[in-house]
């Protein structure tokens, strides 16, 4: 698996950070000498803004993946979010949290993925 593309595989939530086939991916890319992880929803999937999503770090920290451009009630990212792992991984571990609404819907749904 490459530094630059992580897959995530789980249920309706697997997809490809270059050609995504479901609601989100994420995407690793070297940042310096650290990792920056970007949530990437699928064309017409809102990720919720006021749930930021979360990776929940094996040793304990969490990190929030955040964007500062929101729609104009800042309920939802208009950029992905993202944030910086310390270090370089080619694999990143942990689990991910995130609230994804489906396109048409008005209701987010909760989504957990171990990585």
């Known amino acids: 698996m490459s530094l630059t593309t992580l897959?995530?595989?789980?249920?309706?939530?697997?997809?490809?950070?270059?050609?995504?086939?479901?609601?989100?991916?994420?995407r690793a890319e070297r940042s310096g000498s650290d990792t920056r992880i970007t949530l990437i929803a699928a064309p017409g999937y809102k990720v919720n803004a006021r749930l930021k999503p979360a990776l929940?770090?094996?040793d304990g920290r969490v990190l929030r993946l955040d964007?500062?451009?929101?729609t104009p009630d800042s309920a939802y990212f208009v950029q992905p979010p993202s944030a910086l792992v310390?270090?370089?991984?080619?694999?990143?571990k942990g689990r991910l949290r995130a609230s994804v609404c489906d396109p048409g819907q008005t209701v987010?749904?909760?989504?957990?993925?171990?990585?």
Do not use: D, M, Q
């Not at 595989?9 to 994420?26: D, I, M, N, T, Y």
């Not at 310390?86 to 990143?92: E, F, N, Q, T």
């Not at 987010?108 to 990585?115: A, D, F, G, M, T």
């Open 67 to 70: 964007s500062p451009h929101l």
């Open 7 to 26: 897959v995530l595989a789980l249920g309706w939530l697997a997809a490809c950070a270059r050609a995504p086939s479901g609601p989100l991916s994420l």
């Open 86 to 92: 310390p270090g370089r991984h080619s694999r990143i």
């Open 108 to 115: 987010c749904r909760s989504v957990v993925v171990e990585l």
């Open 56 to 58: 929940e770090l094996p």
